[in-house]
């Protein structure tokens, strides 16, 4: 009687452990479940985070492309101003060019018709005192001895001097001829003669004396040529 006592006590015991052992696990378990349940929260939060930070990447991706694609089309739209503004500037600068070289052109062809105007006028009133100084020079020509201490024969010629000093002061020069050799843009040969004292082609005599203007020939030499 005691010894079945003593296994009802032993059976007891073992299924009070195992009950025991089962709540151990069921708390090992829900001990587990509550650990899981707590790692997983972590994990779906960063999953989260992430795709809000990719998110936010992309947003600010798409952004800059935007910007980028604006400073582009900005500097498109400069670069063309630019060329354009070169381009006017250019035109511009030719044309202030042409407008200056026709000014310049301009000027130099009315200075040009002004200085040979004014020329062909003192050459003509020039031409028509050239027989003054002819007769002055035939009238001192012609002065005998006993005449050139006269008050009136040191006038002439005291005129004569004053009127050659007046000529040279414009720029009139005597074209020299005698003893010269004969230069047809100079010398107007009025005849011919064979010498043979002279070397050919030389101004042997001078009938009219020529004078110069300048550049120009207010009147050739009257001359007599060696042949």
Sequence with gaps: M??????EEILKEKVVGDTMDVESTETEI???????????TPIKEEAEET???????????ETA?????????????IATLLVKTEAELKESQDRYARTMAEFDNFRKRTYKEKTEMHERGAKEVLEKLLPIVDNF???IDHISDAEKD???????????????????E?????????????????HN????????????????????????????????SMVKVVN
């Design 150 to 168: 006269l008050a009136i024969t040191q006038g002439v010629e005291m005129i004569y001097k004053q009127l050659m000093g007046a000529l040279a």
């Design 137 to 139: 020079e035939r009238a």
């Design 2 to 7: 005691k010894e079945k006592n003593n296994n």
């Design 189 to 220: 040969a009025v005849s011919h003669e064979d010498n043979e004292d002279y070397d050919d082609n030389m101004v042997q005599d001078v009938f009219q004396k020529g004078y110069m203007y300048k550049d120009l020939v207010l009147r050739h």
């Design 30 to 40: 829900d001990d587990n479940d509550d650990s899981i349940e707590i790692e997983v």
């Design 170 to 186: 414009i720029g009139i020069e005597e074209i020299e001829a005698l003893n010269q050799e004969f230069d047809p843009n100079l």
């Design 65 to 77: 492309t935007v910007e980028e694609s604006e400073e582009i089309d900005d500097m498109t739209k």
């Design 51 to 61: 795709e809000e930070l990719e998110a936010t990447k992309a947003e600010a991706s």
